[in-house]
């Protein structure tokens, strides 16, 4: 059956640190996958994209990597900040579909200070 | 701020009775999706809207059904209300193969009684 997993249900890191995050998948080739932070209550936000034939992709202190032989992707916040903490969630768009999301249920992050 | 606005954000209603959320979508965007977020979980595609027309369906029951107007508006609509719809009720407007980000709403939370 199909499976998106994000290993960790809760993160908890200090203020500095790299924050690393995965996802794993089974049963899909996804054309992109996507990095939501979402905070309680309210919507999920956009972070990164990255596609199939990408490796890696960088956004300021954020990076995402997309390995499709081991079938993960990791996601790093590079010099934490307690304004980090949320919880994020990933996405994965699959070939030939409509472009909907199909979410990990997410892991959710703590930066103490 | 996303630009993607949804109405009500808070709801209650009674187990069988039915309800109408709404959607406005993002300037330009003709491509309107709905998730439902149940409470630790990540969201699940119910279906999607292209060009007025449904584009693509998740795993939900017939009594979820939806609409999407020539402005690119949309509205979700649950018949026969069940306790399990309590949720949060995610609108999100895209392009059409996701590609892109999603730009989601900050969401309605439904509470079944």
């Known amino acids: 059956s199909q499976k998106i997993e994000q290993n960790s249900e809760a993160l908890n890191i200090q203020e500095g640190k790299t924050a690393t995050l995965t996802c794993n998948y089974t049963?899909?080739?996804?054309?992109?996958l996507q990095w939501y932070r979402q905070d309680p209550g309210r919507g999920p936000v956009f972070l990164l994209l990255?596609?199939?034939?990408?490796k890696e992709k960088r956004k300021e202190r954020l990076k995402v990597t997309f390995d499709t032989t081991l079938k993960q992707s990791l996601f790093h916040i590079t010099a934490s900040q307690p304004a980090d903490s949320a919880t994020y969630l990933c996405a994965l768009v699959g070939r030939g579909s409509q472009g909907n999301l199909i979410f990990g249920k997410g892991t959710k992050l703590s930066v103490k200070p | 701020e996303t630009g993607v606005t949804q109405s009500p954000t808070h709801l209650i209603k009674t187990r069988g009775q039915q309800v109408t959320l709404r959607c406005s979508s993002q300037?330009?965007?003709?491509?309107v999706s709905w998730y439902q977020q149940a409470l630790g979980q990540g969201p699940q595609f119910i279906f999607q809207?292209?060009?007025?027309?449904?584009?693509g369906r998740g795993n939900f029951p017939p009594r979820f059904s939806g609409l999407q107007f020539p402005n690119y508006s949309s509205e979700l609509n649950v018949n026969a209300l069940e306790l399990d719809d309590s949720a949060l009720y995610l609108c999100?407007?895209?392009?059409?193969?996701?590609?892109?980000?999603?730009?989601f709403g900050q969401g309605t939370r439904l509470t079944v009684v």
């Open positions: 809207y292209y060009r007025e027309e449904e584009n």
């Open positions: 990255i596609r199939e034939n990408e």
């Open positions: 999100a407007s895209s392009s059409p193969n996701g590609n892109t980000e999603a730009f």
């Open positions: 300037s330009g965007h003709n491509t």
């Open positions: 049963n899909y080739s996804p054309a992109y």
